[in-house]
């Protein structure tokens, strides 16, 4: 069975702070791993996939095999990062994504 | 585009009544899904669809229906509804298994 867990449920920072919301998850073969985040009155979106290696908004994400982590980071948080952030996977050969519960990260002013 | 949408926005239900909840996408996917988030669970995957007349059971199917006739839209039947079915319902679609992109939401209350 596939699974990813997010341990902070709230996660509060003051603006220009670094970031750090965790996501550990377990899968046996070679997952494929993500961020989504929904914002105030939003809908769900895409903030960045591992395979890509990209920097979106000032996110990165690293995926560690060793530690079965999938970490987002940011050096410098700003007050419009203040959202949910869900870290979700996916198998091989499966179509659908399994979500973590979330983290709602704060950036207080 | 309208990218995805969902009917209706709201709905509050008495148990044992039934409904449907529509998914709609221009964007030509495959692939669609629908999702319930619950506080503290995240979203948990119901059902979900790779193809016109073809559906699956995800995580969480018991006490849902789906129907895929056409290839823009995803339907969710609940026929028998329970105050457990409370939710907020996530459709979702991709390109095979390329980014998923998500409808605004359906909030439902079973009284």
């Known amino acids: 069975a596939q699974r990813v867990t997010q341990p902070e449920k709230l996660l509060s920072v003051f603006k220009g702070a670094p970031v750090e919301l965790k996501c550990n998850y377990s899968y046996s073969g070679s997952p494929e791993l993500f961020w989504y985040v929904q914002y105030s009155r939003q809908r769900l979106q895409l903030l960045l996939r591992h395979i890509s290696r990209e920097s979106i908004k000032g996110f990165t994400a690293d995926l560690n095999k060793g530690e079965t982590s999938f970490h987002l980071k940011k050096p410098f948080a700003q007050e419009e990062d203040s959202a949910m952030y869900y870290c979700a996977l996916s198998g091989t050969g499966r179509r659908a994504l399994t979500f973590g519960s979330g983290t709602r990260l704060q950036v207080q002013p | 585009n309208a990218g995805v949408t969902q009917t209706p926005k709201f709905r509050v239900l008495k148990t044992g009544q039934s409904m449907t909840l529509l998914c709609a996408q221009d964007m030509n996917h495959e692939y669609m899904y629908w999702y319930r988030q619950d506080p503290g669970m995240g979203l948990r995957l119901i059902h979900y669809s790779v193809g016109e007349g073809t559906t699956a059971k995800g995580e969480v199917p018991d006490g849902y229906n789906v129907s895929r006739l056409k290839k823009q839209n995803f339907l969710l039947g609940l026929e028998s509804a329970a105050p457990s079915q409370t939710s907020v319902y996530f459709c979702?679609?991709?390109?095979?298994?390329?980014?998923?992109?998500f409808g605004p939401g359906t909030r439902l209350t079973v009284t």
């Open positions: 979702a679609s991709s390109f095979q298994n390329y980014e998923q992109y």
